[in-house]
Nanobody
Framework: QVQLVESGGGWVQPGGSLRLSCVAS????????MGWYRQAPGKQRELVATITSGGSTNYADSVKGRFTISRDNAKNTVYLQMNSLKPEDTAVYYC??????????????WGQGTQVTVSS
């Protein structure tokens, strides 16, 4: 079993910055990709950014140039640096572990989510 614990959410004014962290724990052998998704009220969950174990990244168009995803494979930790935040970035942000391999399974995992609120 793999547990994902997010931290770093909160309230920030437009134009501000936040840094999210997500630590994966458990009997992890490897994780193909880790990433961040978000869900705003009344909307579907959407991809924000992902990063593979090899360092390849993918970003939603809406966050390109403002958000940066990074990963520490040794610590099974993924970060999301969010700059120039806009009110439309307000959402619950979820950490995802894609194709996490343990001694018992290969599957995806989700964190519990962390709220990010951007408002003046």
């Amino acid at each position: 079993q793999v547990q994902l614990v997010e931290s770093g959410g909160g309230w920030v004014q437009p134009g501000g910055s936040l840094r999210l962290s997500c630590v994966a724990s458990g009997s992890i052998i490897s994780i193909h990709a880790m990433g961040w998704y978000r869900q705003a009220p009344g909307k579907q969950r959407e991809l924000v950014a992902t990063i593979t174990s090899g360092g390849s990244t993918n970003y939603a168009d809406s966050v390109k140039g403002r958000f940066t995803i990074s990963r520490d494979n040794a610590k099974n930790t993924v970060y999301l640096q969010m700059n120039s935040l806009k009110p439309e970035d307000t959402a619950v942000y979820y950490c995802n572990a894609d194709r996490a391999i343990t001694s018992k399974a290969l599957r995806d995992y989700w964190g519990q989510g962390t709220q990010v609120t951007v408002s003046s």
